[in-house]
Nanobody, 116 residues
C-alpha cells in the first residue's frame, strides 16, 4: 500500500521561501515523483517533476525560483521554493508514478499561502 505524506506548507510573506517534503511509503521506489498545485478557482497544474534517475522538469512559472530534489534511500522528494509570490498560493500535491504497476498515487496536499 503506497501512501504519500506532504509537509512543509504554511504562511509566508512574498519574497520568502518554503521547503516542501513528500515521503512515499511502500516497497517500491517511484519511477517519477511530481509536485502539482491547485489555486482557488483554477485547475491543477504541474509544478515540477523528477525521475528516479534524477531528470527534472519545471513549469515556466517556477523556473529559476524552485528546485526539486529527492532522496532515493528515504523515498522522499523535496521542493525548495524561493522568491515566493502571492500567485504561488495554492494547495500543493505530491504525486508518485509506478510505471510497472501502472499506478499513480496522490498525497492529501499541503497549503501554501503567500501574503503580499
Amino acid at each position: 500500500q503506497v501512501q504519500l505524506v506532504e509537509s512543509g506548507g504554511g504562511l509566508v510573506q512574498a519574497g520568502g521561501s518554503l521547503r516542501l517534503s513528500c515521503a512515499a511509503s511502500g516497497s517500491f521506489t517511484p519511477d517519477m515523483m511530481s509536485w502539482y498545485r491547485r489555486a482557488p478557482g483554477k485547475q491543477r497544474e504541474l509544478v515540477a517533476s523528477i525521475t528516479s534517475l534524477g531528470r527534472t522538469n519545471y513549469a515556466d512559472f517556477v523556473k529559476g525560483r524552485s528546485t526539486i530534489s529527492k532522496d532515493n534511500a528515504k523515498n522522499t522528494m523535496y521542493l525548495q521554493m524561493n522568491s515566493l509570490k502571492p500567485e504561488d498560493t495554492a494547495v500543493y500535491y505530491c504525486a508518485a508514478d509506478y510505471v510497472r504497476l501502472g499506478e499513480r498515487h496522490w498525497g492529501p496536499g499541503t497549503q501554501v499561502t503567500v501574503s503580499s
